[in-house]
């Protein structure tokens, strides 16, 4: 039982250890990237509600919020990660551009939950935007 | 009536069991990231959890024994102990979640804070524990997170492929570590040790005995096919909606923008509504399976049938877990993730939880006639061999990938 437990903390250690340090490999920074596209159809979901008044405005700014929040942590650990390859440094740099932009279009949302021609307009920024990064990540 | 209300136990053991807040976001994941393919997977799951919890309601009725008197009769005092470790970190991590997630849910609806909201649950779920009875309990927060058939609702209007559905419940060869990741996850988060502690304590709080075999069936069968349902209907209109945008879910608000889409504001009210009954009856299962483990493995008086003040040390111990689970949530920590570290730790506790209700329900001299029959053998011990590939299986796929991104 022992060196059983022992192996369970080991593989663990080992684990962890595995995911830690060395520079962003392009399947990393296409994950990243993911989260990116992923965040921004949402958004495009939630303001196209804001345009249509299908929402409540108090979800409608609770959630933009955290969906800003999601791409603010995206684009601190793309921009604290190091690449080597050239292609991926030019990606990840076009990746915190694209989470800044997504950021600024989430934030619209946030501030006027009742702004139906300001949601329309987000939404359609946040549907190129997920397109952005769908070809980003394609282009890995 | 009385009928629809006999049958509360197996609602909020269900909703509470394996609609909560980390699974009612991994419904939704994987109903975006993998589709219709993985249904089968909740009915897989849904069965286990019927043959086990029927089977610990019947012990309860002969015997008068809950199941983690069972553990302690049939590991001796080491096994006994471990298990019992296991299973409160287990729960207790998951209270933390469930507690976080009210926060999350409370403050969709009033935006002020996440922690103020976590405090004002941790309230509202102590000051319920207190005046309400077990029955009201169970009750309230059962037939309230009901308001979650509106995904039923929602995938029948967002008008899905009927054929890909039916297919879906048919298991498929696949080769993606993604899939087999949903299924896995779909099936484990039906069978969550806590359930059945829930369900067995429940049932000696309720007093049955060996008349009440019908009740337990009704509660089984029941309770368990419609927290089941809500899931299937969960992911069926999350593949609907998030799928084509390619949308992965990160957040309980992301479940609720997929009822929105078909009926707009009503949607996200039912969802909300849901949701926070739903997860509020997953504190109250978490809370009180984490007391009544404790309290049984020492052997002290336990249940809410007595007056809380005549039993100290279990009121004091449930007050404790709510309290931690408090202190997990003010970290700030995300409640999703948190769920997905807690499975982690039910690995050792599955089938430590499950093999003691199967002996003793396979055990004439404990059953008498009501011994498990010829089915319940068969399907008791194939889901227990399921439940062991499935704690080597959990965190192989986790890790393989990435937690399913």
């Known amino acids: ?140 | 009536m009385k009928a629809v209300f006999s049958i509360a136990l197996g609602v909020i053991a269900a909703i509470g069991g394996f609609i909560d807040i980390g699974d009612l976001v991994f419904n939704a994941q994987a109903g975006g990231s993998v589709g219709t393919p993985v249904l089968w997977a909740v009915p897989v799951g849904v069965v286990g959890i019927i043959v086990f919890a029927e089977m610990s309601g019947r012990i309860v009725a002969v015997s008068k024994k809950p199941n983690f008197v069972l553990v302690k009769e049939r590991y001796g005092r080491r096994l006994s102990t471990f298990t019992l470790v296991a299973s409160l970190v287990l729960t207790v991590l998951t209270l933390g979640a469930e507690l976080g997630g009210l926060g999350f849910v409370l403050n969709y609806f009033f935006d002020v804070s996440v922690n103020f909201f976590v405090l004002v649950a941790l309230i509202g779920i102590a000051a319920a524990i207190y005046f309400l009875p077990f029955g009201g309990l169970e009750r309230v927060f059962g037939y309230l997170g009901l308001a979650l058939l509106v995904y039923i609702a929602a995938s029948l209007k967002l008008d899905p492929d009927w054929g890909e559905i039916g297919r879906g419940f048919v298991p498929e060869s696949h080769s993606a570590a993604v899939y087999w990741y949903f299924v896995v996850g779909l099936i484990s988060a039906a069978l969550m040790p806590y359930e059945i502690y829930f369900y067995s304590s429940g049932a000696v709080e309720e007093g049955w005995d060996e008349s009440d075999m019908k009740v337990n069936r009704a509660n089984s069968i029941v309770g368990f096919a419609l927290g089941g349902l809500i899931s299937v209907a969960i992911l069926v209109a999350s593949a609907q909606v998030l799928k084509p945008a390619g949308i992965s879910p990160t957040s309980v608000g992301t479940v609720a923008l997929v009822a929105e889409q078909p009926y707009a504001q009503v949607g996200l009210i039912l969802a909300f509504v849901g949701i926070l009954f739903a997860v509020g009856g997953a504190t109250i299962d978490t809370a009180f399976s984490a007391a009544y483990n404790l309290a049984q493995h020492q052997g002290w008086k336990w249940g809410k049938r007595f007056r809380l003040l005549s039993e100290p040390r279990f009121t004091l111990s449930l007050a404790g877990f709510l309290l931690i689970g408090f202190a997990i949530a003010q970290t700030g920590v995300d409640p999703i993730e948190l769920t997905e570290y807690a499975v982690i730790f039910s690995i050792p506790v599955l089938p430590l939880t499950y093999l003691p209700i199967l002996l003793v329900g396979n055990d004439r001299n404990v059953m008498g006639k009501y011994v498990n029959g010829p089915l319940a053998r068969v399907l008791g011990w194939a889901y227990f061999g399921l439940i062991c590939v499935l704690a080597v299986a959990a965190p192989v796929l986790f890790v393989a990938t990435n937690g399913g991104s």
Do not use: W, Y
Request: aromatic content about 2%; hydrophobic content about 45%; charged content about 25%.
């Open chain 1, 1 to 140: 039982m022992r060196r059983l437990v022992a192996f369970a903390v080991l593989v663990g250690i080992a684990a962890l250890l595995a995911g830690c340090g060395g520079p962003m490999t392009p399947d990393e920074l296409s994950r990243s990237i993911g989260t990116l596209e992923s965040t921004a159809a949402e958004g495009s979901l939630l303001a196209k509600d804001v345009a249509d008044d299908r929402t409540k405005a108090t979800f409608a700014r609770v959630h933009a919020r955290d969906l800003s929040g999601v791409v603010d942590h995206e684009a601190e650990k793309l921009n604290d990660a190091q690449a080597d390859q050239a292609d991926v440094a030019r990606a990840k740099s076009r990746a915190v551009n694209l989470a800044g932009r997504i950021g600024t279009a989430l934030g619209q949302i946030q501030i006027a939950p009742g702004d139906e021609a300001g949601g329309r307009r987000a939404q359609h920024a946040l549907d190129r935007f997920s397109q952005d990064a769908k070809k980003l990540a394609d282009g890995l």
